[in-house]
Nanobody, 127 residues
Framework: QVQLVESGGGLVQAGGSLRLSCAAS????????MGWFRQAPGKEREFVAT????????YYADSVKGRFTISRDNAKNTLYLQMNSLKPEDTALYYC????????????????????WGQGTQVTVSS
């Protein structure tokens, strides 16, 4: 069992930056692949980024590539999402998620691959 709690969301102007955190407790954080997803009002939840436990390699959605950076600190049981050059279309509720099974980016970009989810943190980008 893994419990996940996101923080760091808020209101920011377009072009600004935010860093989201996801604190994990429970089973061994370092053994889980971790992902960030987001859901905008009226839209389905979508993949943002993932980081694998085995080698900390990362993979991003095209919409955030070059602007967002996912990272993890296993000693602190914490996942991060550094978001730069934010755009109004980045406005959404951001969720972190954990998976202990899959390896391929194809699977890790699908929300159905993740077992544990946080409650989300709101990010609002004004124009």
């Amino acid at each position: 069992q893994v419990q996940l709690v996101e923080s760091g969301g808020g209101l920011v102007q377009a072009g600004g930056s935010l860093r989201l955190s996801c604190a994990a407790s429970g089973r061994t954080f370092s053994s889980y692949n971790m992902g960030w997803f987001r859901q905008a009002p009226g839209k389905e939840r979508e993949f943002v980024a993932t980081i694998r436990w085995v080698d900390s390699s990362t993979y991003y959605a095209d919409s955030v590539k070059g602007r967002f950076t996912i990272s993890r600190d296993n000693a602190k049981n914490t996942l991060y999402l550094q978001m730069n050059s934010l755009k109004p279309e980045d406005t959404a509720l951001y969720y972190c998620a954990a998976d202990g099974v899959y390896y391929s980016y194809a699977r890790l970009s699908q929300e159905s691959s993740y077992t544990y989810w946080g409650q989300g943190t709101q990010v609002t980008v004004s124009s």
